[in-house]
Nanobody, 124 residues
Framework: VQLQAYGGGLVQAGGSLRLSCAVSGLTFGNSAIAWFRQAPGKEREGIACIVSDNDDTVYSDSVKGRFTISRDNAKITVYLQMNSLKPEDTAVYYC??????????????????WGQGTQVTVSS
């Protein structure tokens, strides 16, 4: 199983970015795919997750209403559309996958597979 995250960059506050996570070797239908982020000196934070065949989505309070997670089953890719970005959104963003129950989706330890991080920097 491989996950490859990309799409990060430098953006001004109020701007938008779309992150992508290309997944290989994993069956979408049996897995939860999540985005986490980690800022310097802080713990890794689960911010968005899309779960199983129903496409249930879960968001942290810090990004709810601004970020949208979605997936393209044909491309086997999960996206994170980030709008109204704030300087406090600056972090390394990671995608992760695993067979995770809904109550555990925000915990990094619940995920087996991780992509490399992609840096998002939001300037004020």
């Amino acid at each position: 199983v491989q996950l490859q995250a990309y799409g990060g960059g430098l953006v001004q506050a109020g701007g938008s970015l779309r992150l992508s996570c290309a997944v290989s070797g994993l069956t979408f239908g049996n897995s939860a795919i999540a985005w986490f982020r980690q800022a310097p000196g802080k713990e890794r934070e689960g911010i968005a997750c899309i779960v199983s065949d129903n496409d249930d989505t879960v968001y942290s309070d810090s990004v709810k209403g601004r970020f949208t997670i979605s997936r393209d089953n044909a491309k086997i890719t999960v996206y994170l559309q980030m709008n109204s970005l704030k300087p406090e959104d600056t972090a390394v963003y990671y995608c992760a996958a695993g067979r995770v129950i809904l109550s555990m989706v925000r915990f990094p330890r619940a995920y087996v597979y991780w992509g490399q991080g992609t840096q998002v920097t939001v300037s004020s």
